[in-house]
Every structure is written in C-alpha cells, then in structure tokens.
C-alpha cells in the first residue's frame, strides 16, 4: 500500500462527465489498497473565464479580490469530485487550500508556499477518507487572506502536498501521455519518453515546455519528490521524471527504470516557445558600464531577462548593439524604461520585435558528446532557417528564430537528433493541461 497523490488539470475535469471518469479513476486507485490525495484544478476554462469577468468589473482588478475570485474555481470542482466519490460508495472530503494547511508568501496572484501542515489531510486520511485538495490557493498567515500560486499553480500545489506527506509518488494528469520529445501539437512525430531525469525536464519547461510547470519540477527536484505525468484519457504509462541518482532505490515501484541508462540519447527532447520578444538597443557607446547600466534599468522594469547578445562594435564609431529577449508580456515596460533613460545611457535608438520563436534542444549527454551545436546548426540550415541569436549551458542550446519558422525548425531539429517515433502522438483533448 503506498501514498499516491493525484493532480488532474482543468481538461480533465470539464464537465460533468469528465468529473465522473476522473472520480472513477481515483476510486480504482482507492481499490487498489493505497491512500489518495487529490490536487484539482478549475473546470476547463473557468480561470480564463473569471478573470474576464473581473476584467470587465474593474480595469486593474485589485489584487486581493482576484484571488478570492479565481481561487473558487478549484472550490467548485474539488466539491463536484468528492460528491461524484460519494456516489461510488467511497468516502471523500474535499479542503480548500487553507483548510490543508498551503501557507504561503503573501504575493497575491503569484503566491510561494512557505510551508505546508497538512493536519486535516492526515486526519482524513486516517479516517479512510480519500482527500481532495483544492488546487493553485493557499493561505498567508500575516494578512490572513487567501492566495494564488500562478496560473497552471496546481501541479505545485500536488507536488507539495507530495512533499509534505511523504508521498510515494505525484501523478500528475493531463490529456497528453507524458512528457514527449517536443510538443506533439508542433511535432506529431514527437515520442513519448519513459523517463526523464528532473535536471532535463527542469530546462524543457523552463525553455517552452507547458506539459509540466516549471515551479513544480523545481520544488519536486527540491524536495526529491517522484512525478509521474500521465494522461486522464488513458491508462498506459506516463513519464517518470526522476532524480538521477535515485534511479536505483526506484527500481522496485517501477521496473520500466531497469536498462533505459544504457542507451542515453545525447539530446532529451526539443522545446518551442513564442511567449518571448526581442528588444534591441541600437548604437550603444562601446565603453565599460554601459552594458550594467542598460540591463539595471531593465531590471528595474521588472522584466525577466533571458538571452543576451553584444555585436562586435564598428571601428569607425566605437558603438555596438545589445539584443535581449524577455517575456512579451514585460516588453512595453522595458521599453519605456529604457527610453526614459536614452540619453544618460547615450545609445541611438530601441527596437522592439515581437514576432520571434525560441527552440531549444535539451540533453544531459551534451556534456560528455561534442558536435551537438554542429548537428542543430545543420539541421537549420538545411532547412532554410536562419539564426538571429544563440545561447548555451551545460545541457542546453538555444536558438531564436522568425516564430513563423518555429514549428518547421523544431521538426527537422527533431528528425536531425534522431527523435522521431515511428507513429503521430496521440492528443486527448488539446489543451495540454
Ligand atoms: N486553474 C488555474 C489555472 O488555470 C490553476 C491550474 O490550472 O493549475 O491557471
Ligand atoms: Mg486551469
């Protein structure tokens, strides 16, 4: 008998049906013999749908009523999946995340949980109860108001609840399988993967991949909790998302970890992403400073700097230019601060491109094998897409792109690496939560 925590995302939980399958799925978990803890997310669109409403109430909704208001989204489901397990016959009791003790900082809208006592979940679950926990909510204790950990915040509201009770394993379910090689919406030819080392799978979200948020893979890596993603639509395995050098106490839960190391592929999987935008800074004196100087406003801004490139200057002028990616969403901000700022910085002018596409590849054997960026860049060229910008860590290579090249670069990068499955992936429903 183990202790399985849960977490089903909003496709999984749509409707009225979708509730029913997933509460079967949870009581065959219960009949099974082991303890369930449950971490739901809103039906379907209903966060996207609530925050349009308080969009159309008030133009800068404040903070603290937004979070009331999104987090009944997770109330109204956790509710409808107890009620569905009572009619099974099982025994169920659903907690918002206060009533399960999430505490957290008391950044509304992008909560961190500073502690979990999940008392009452212990209490239940010594009762025989299943237990059902609200997900994405949690609970300052200075304000005693109730927040929200981010969108997509379930998934790290089940891996801490994983955490904090010593959970066997976290299940994480959406409608795709696993994780796959690359999105299979952009590549179909994109292979399910049996296991991924956390380190790898921290790189893919952190680069595009939506299938895992990256919040939750950091605190599972954090606290050495074992995800395992699989789909609500299906009962084939998923994908282990493991601590590498746990590999062999996990043998015994899961026989599919035996022999996989011997063949490690160089590269994991690819990741596409067209949430970034580019700024560059034209015509900056090519002197010491000047560089801090720009990226301290940018700070400032708030904006998340990611990619960074400096061209070599032009003899005949002594400037140079700095390119650097953020998210699109901080890009007007950025903007506006650096303008203010343009002539005691003294560049000449600012570019603004919001039409680009970031693909990476990500693989813990890059370390120890050469000729990774050679095989990337080939693939491109081959291709006929060119390269604006490139970065690298230990077991990482970006590339920026023309977004509308993004989907066809992924796929011959795919293909390049020797990624591709013999059949298309299969999608569920299509949301990929
Ligand atoms: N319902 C929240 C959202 O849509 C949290 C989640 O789905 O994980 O972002
Ligand atoms: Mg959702």
């Known amino acids: 008998m183990a202790l399985i925590v849960q977490k089903y995302g909003g496709s999984s939980v749509a409707d009225a049906e979708s509730i029913k399958r997933v509460a079967k799925r949870i009581v065959d978990t219960r009949r099974a013999g082991h303890d369930v803890v449950v971490a739901v997310s809103a039906m379907g669109d209903t966060t996207d749908e609530l925050l349009d409403l308080a969009s159309q109430v008030a133009p800068i909704p404040a903070p603290r009523e937004l979070d009331m208001l999104v987090s009944s989204g997770e109330r109204i489901s956790m509710a409808l999946l107890a009620m569905s397990i009572h009619s099974m016959g099982f025994e169920a009791r659903s907690f918002t995340g206060s009533q ?11 909560a961190r949980i500073v502690d979990v006592t999940p008392i009452r979940l212990r209490e239940a679950l010594d009762e025989g109860a299943i237990v059902i926990v609200a997900g994405f909510q949690g609970f300052n204790r200075d304000t005693r108001d109730i927040t929200t950990l981010g ?9 801490a609840l994983a955490a904090a009770l010593e959970a066997d394993v976290c299940e994480i379910y959406s409608d795709v399988d696993g994780i796959y090689t690359a999105d299979p919406r952009v590549v179909p030819k994109a292979r399910k993967l049996d296991v991924i080392s956390s380190e790898e799978m921290l790189e893919l979200a952190a680069n595009g991949a939506k299938v895992l948020y990256i919040r939750a893979v950091e605190y599972a890596r954090r606290h050495g909790v074992l995800i395992h993603a699989r789909s609500t639509f299906s009962s084939s395995e998923g994908t282990l998302v493991i601590d590498e050098t746990r590999r062999g106490e996990l043998i015994d839960l899961f026989p599919q970890l035996q022999g996989e190391q011997m063949e490690e592929p160089v ?9 970034q935008a580019k700024i560059t800074v034209l015509g900056v004196p090519d002197i010491p400073g000047k560089a801090a100087e720009i990226f301290k406003i940018v700070a ?32 007007s901000t950025a903007l506006r601060a650096l303008a203010v700022e343009q002539d005691v910085v003294g560049f000449a002018s600012l570019v603004h491109d919001d039409q680009i596409g970031k693909l990476s590849v990500v693989g813990a054997g ?31 290579i970006s590339v920026v792109l023309r977004g509308d090249d993004l989907a066809e670069a992924a796929r011959a990068v795919h293909t390049a690496f020797g990624l591709d499955g013999e059949a298309d992936a299969t999608i569920y429903a299509g949301t990929g939560r």
């Open 100 to 110: 399960a003790g999430m505490i957290t900082d008391a950044q509304h809208g992008s």
């Open 151 to 159: 969108r997509g915040g379930s998934d790290t509201t089940a891996v």
């Open 267 to 275: 590269v994991a999987g690819v990741a596409t992403d067209l949430s």
């Open 300 to 331: 400032k801004s708030g904006a998340n700097v990611d990619m960074i490139v400096q061209n070599i200057s032009a003899a005949t002028t002594g400037r140079t230019d700095i390119s650097f990616t953020l998210p699109k969403s901080e890009a």
């Open 366 to 396: 890059m370390r120890t094998n050469s000729g990774v960026s050679a095989t990337l860049f080939d693939a491109l060229s081959v291709a006929g897409i060119n390269i604006e910008m490139i970065s690298t860590s230990e077991i990482r």
